[in-house]
């Protein structure tokens, strides 16, 4: 089991840059694709970047790519999301969520643990 804990929300302008932080428990880290989605209100959760357990592979929405960067650092168990060139529509809560099986793909429902969420808020 894992247990994850976002950091680095809050108020930016449009255009402006902010970095999220998960940080995850467990010796087990390693194993684990890694992703962030994000719910706006009234909407359903979408995905916006997902990195395999060995960082080899990223993947991301066609709304962020370009301006949004994932990461991860097996040895300190953290997953980071770098946000530049904010827009207003990417106002959300985001969830750092792990997939037992290891690929970081799209799919939410391949996502077993998540964490409690993050605000993001863009201002126009």
Known sequence: ??????????????????????????????????????????????????????????????????????SRDNAKNTVALQMNSLKPEDTGVYYCAADRWGSGTSSLTDYDYWGQGTQVTVSS
Request: net charge positive; with cysteine.
């Open 1 to 70: 089991q894992v247990q994850l804990v976002e950091s680095g929300g809050g108020l930016v302008q449009a255009g402006g840059f902010l970095r999220l932080s998960c940080a995850a428990s467990g010796r087990t880290f390693s194993i684990y694709g890694m992703a962030w989605f994000r719910q706006a209100p009234g909407k359903e959760r979408e995905f916006v970047a997902g990195i395999s357990r060995n960082g080899g592979s990223t993947y991301y929405a066609d709304s962020v790519k370009g301006r949004f960067t994932i």
